[in-house]
């Protein structure tokens, strides 16, 4: 009986293989497995996938590790080239927030009280750090080890401040 785990499709995820049915790509299981030291009983379980597919994954990675790392590169290309600095990213938001206070200062204050206590509301690493006063490194091993719920968007964890709590 032959059964198919990996999959790629023309025109979605970039022809980039991924996991039949479920659409999780090879690229970001061999990422957890090869960079992030987790064992593919804990890619297992964390992802919801059979421990068939995701040694599926790996073996397509071993099999094809040029066209994974491939993947990598271009995905670090794209994170570095669309990476906003901090510091534009903060003048920006302020000053959308000081025309936003000029037009309708009611919907300034909801806006405000909303974004600090919305708890799915996704927060990056430095904004993470400085809301909960710990170092930036504190939380990307918190990511990376799965102490606390996160998902990785290029180079980039993205939280939930819930999770962080």
Same mark, same amino acid.
């Given at each position: 009986?032959?059964?198919?785990?990996?999959? $790629?499709?023309?025109?979605? /995820?970039?022809?980039?293989?991924y996991?039949?049915?479920?659409?999780i790509?090879?690229?970001?299981?061999?990422? =957890? @497995?090869?960079?992030?030291?987790?064992?593919?009983?804990?890619?297992a !379980?964390?992802?919801?996938?059979?421990?068939?597919?995701?040694?599926?994954?790996? #073996?397509? @990675? @071993?099999?094809h590790? $040029?066209?994974?790392?491939?993947?990598?590169?271009?995905?670090?290309?794209i994170?570095d080239?669309?990476?906003v600095?901090?510091?534009?990213? #903060?003048?920006?938001?302020?000053r959308?927030?000081?025309?936003?206070?000029?037009r309708?200062?009611?919907?300034?204050?909801a =806006?405000?009280? =909303?974004? #600090?206590?919305?708890?799915?509301r996704e927060?990056?690493?430095?904004?993470?750090?400085?809301?909960? !006063?710990i170092?930036?490194?504190?939380?990307?091993?918190?990511?990376k080890?799965?102490?606390?719920?996160?998902? $990785?968007?290029?180079?980039?964890?993205?939280i /939930?401040?819930?999770?962080?709590?």
């Amino acid at each position: 009986m032959l059964i198919t785990y990996i999959t $790629k499709t023309s025109g979605f /995820r970039r022809g980039e293989p991924y996991i039949a049915g479920r659409h999780i790509s090879v690229e970001f299981i061999a990422d =957890l @497995y090869v960079n992030h030291n987790l064992s593919a009983e804990e890619i297992a !379980h964390n992802q919801e996938l059979t421990p068939a597919q995701v040694h599926a994954a790996l #073996a397509y @990675y @071993y099999d094809h590790p $040029k066209e994974i790392e491939t993947i990598w590169q271009e995905q670090d290309q794209i994170g570095d080239s669309n990476r906003v600095r901090p510091e534009e990213s #903060a003048a920006e938001r302020k000053r959308l927030e000081e025309q936003l206070r000029e037009r309708n200062p009611e919907m300034a204050a909801a =806006l405000t009280h =909303l974004r #600090a206590t919305d708890p799915i509301r996704e927060m990056t690493v430095p904004e993470i750090a400085a809301e909960f !006063h710990i170092t930036e490194q504190a939380v990307r091993k918190a990511a990376k080890n799965q102490t606390v719920s996160a998902r $990785k968007v290029g180079r980039d964890w993205l939280i /939930r401040r819930v999770d962080a709590v």
